[in-house]
């Protein structure tokens, strides 16, 4: 994997891209990234609720560009994709492609035929969002009584169903109990599962989210938790291949901030291309110019390319560097400087380097295996 | 065995990139690349050709190769292939074009 990743980040091949088809969704959770997204004529055709959203030509098109270019990965996600009517024939589409298709979703709305369908589309991966172990604070999280026992049944319909899924839990101060008993839960359900306690401000700028980001002590604590250490560890070996931080000194300054525009890019539902999910910076819309002028002509998408961590003046003294996974989307969001100290990665890097004293310690003292090798 | 038809199997998703063939088996989450004359091999693996005639067409597009060797290093390929689960192995051709 390593060597098709440098190959395409070398190629500037958009490998792996994120479409969210939707911003319209049945739940309202606190913790919600997806804002309101930028405002375009009302009436047009495709035009919901929630605003425009590229119908099903549109999607064919771009997948077909996509194709032409090299594209192999996508992730469908919303919103709530489910909510989409043509989700099937779009999948369809996309696996006519021969594209490889994650779906990111609540699990609400899915039921047999739903996923007999992902079953027999060959839906690589489905992850479904669960914020608890029962109805309790999942459905205060969500703010739709019911919403547990739906998406725990969407769940279990994909699993007998043969689908793989895998079971998504953003760890904030509301469920800070719960994780691990949803890591308990997906266990039991045969799904993978993954934490997250990076809650991010929305997609939009508003900053809401960020009260339920849990304190710096907590989020030690979480690190520390061997749950969380195996998938640290992937995390790892992904930081290494992504280039997402550097580990040696000397190489950071010629090394690309991430892989956004390198070889992951993201499409909004009313068809902004952004370098990443995470990056709304506008390079171009599909309506207007097809995706290959975009990715490879935007001079928003060269500008976001041809910036190295050298460029990250402000950073360049830090002792943390060297453990630093700064993501420059989030730096933009939430500190509004693409180019500037992050305030997620600084709160994330220091509650590592708190994990590893006290990692050192227990070594020291030899009296348990350390949590972190 | 080499008279039996070769597909790529359903559970796979795929690219040819400069000529590089890139697969990703949606079963374990897994990328795999191959060389020039495996993503030629990949390209015919659509369950209208029998292996043998896959065989055949290799040896013609790489002359300079020795037709022996052409052979079994593409019984190994095939092999490694299906144990990978990246293709399946059929009686009859498969119906469309795939």
Redesign the interface.
Known sequence: ?K??IS??QE?K?P?AVHINLTRRCNLHCLHCCVGKGRKTASGQAGTTEAGFELGLMHIQRVFEEL?QV????LTLSGGEVLLRDDLLEIISRA?EL????KIFTNGTLVGRKEAQAFHRL????VHVSLYGADAKIHDLITGVSGSWTKSMEGIRWLREEGV?VKVKCPIMKQNLAEYRKVYELAVSLGADYAFDPMITVRDDGNRDPLNYRISQEDLQMVLADPIFQTKRKSYREREESFACSASMMSEISEEVLCSAGHYICFISPEGDINPCVQLPIFCGNVLEHDFQWIWYHSPQMLRIRNLRMKDVRSCNNCRYLPWCARCPGLAYLEDGDLLGPSSAACWMVQAKEGDRQFNNQIQANNQIQPIVT | MLAKYIARNENTASRIIDGQAVIMTLTDNTLHTLNAVGSRIWELCTGQKTMEEIIQIIQEEYISSRPDEIRSDCEIFFKDLYSKGMVVILDEKAQGNN
């Open positions: 994997m060597d098709i190959y395409v190629k091949i490998l194709a090299g594209c192999l990965l696996r021969d594209f490889a298709v060959r839906i690589q991966e793989a």
